[in-house]
């Protein structure tokens, strides 16, 4: 049991490119969530999808898509990267469509030059 | 939108003192109070959770309060142990379709020998 499985761990990306960050869980969980994760700013929310087929914005949503490809896939991409989105970025995902618990994955690095 | 305050930033404790982190939210219909640990380089993990229709819940070393009129919860680590070493994060939610959780900023907790 994986638990939340998040790809690519590291990154690296100049200003201008676009690249895709993965996120899969096994655990039949119905929400899932994209957090950023800043010094001393806490973890932000990006986007989320309550249910399969369904996505909703955060509290920072700009400069970001997402897509629920199915209910065990949930993937953020980022369409022309800016210095300002170096951050850590953590999915997660919760079993209920209410307030829960937050299963996260192990986080994937990405600078942006 | 929910805004969550958390203090203090920082705390340091020697082994087997308590400490107390604190947080205050702005949200009336916040109902739930989650406190989640994160250790360097990890994910974070959730410790004690609350809902509104209690006023304080135990668990071994850790217990968590509510105050709703106040809007303030706090988080009370007795015996603290190295291992307790860590950033602590507060959050709020209200019910919905999905646990959007806001977070606090941070506290991080150094327990010295």
């Known amino acids: 049991n994986a638990g939340v499985t998040q790809t690519p761990k590291f990154q690296v990306l100049k200003t201008g490119q676009s690249m895709t960050l993965q996120c899969a869980q096994d655990m039949n969980h119905n929400s899932m969530y994209w957090y950023r994760q800043d010094p001393g700013m806490g973890l932000r929310l990006i986007y989320y999808s309550a249910s399969e087929g369904t996505t909703d914005k955060g509290e920072v949503p700009n400069g970001y898509n997402v897509s629920r490809l199915n209910k065990r896939e949930f993937s953020l991409r980022l369409e022309s990267a800016a210095p300002s989105q170096t951050s850590v970025y953590f999915c997660a995902s919760s079993p209920s469509q209410g307030a829960g618990e937050l299963f996260f994955g192990e986080g994937s690095r990405l600078t942006v030059l | 939108g929910e805004n969550v305050e958390q203090h203090p930033s920082t705390l340091s404790v020697q082994e087997g003192d308590s400490a107390v982190i604190k947080c205050t939210y702005s949200?009336?219909?916040?109902?739930?109070f989650p406190w989640y640990k994160q250790e360097l380089g990890k994910r974070p993990q959730l410790i004690i959770d609350?809902?509104?229709?209690?006023g304080e819940k135990k668990d071994q070393r850790i217990a968590v309060t509510l105050n709703k009129t106040a809007k303030h919860f706090s988080l009370h680590i007795t015996e603290t142990q190295p291992e307790d070493s860590a950033v602590y994060f507060c959050?709020?939610?209200?019910?919905?379709?999905?646990?959007?959780?806001?977070f606090g900023t941070g506290t991080r907790l150094q327990v010295t020998l």
């Open positions: 959050a709020a939610a209200a019910t919905g379709t999905a646990s959007k959780l806001t």
């Open positions: 949200d009336s219909a916040s109902n739930y």
């Open positions: 609350i809902r509104s229709n209690v």
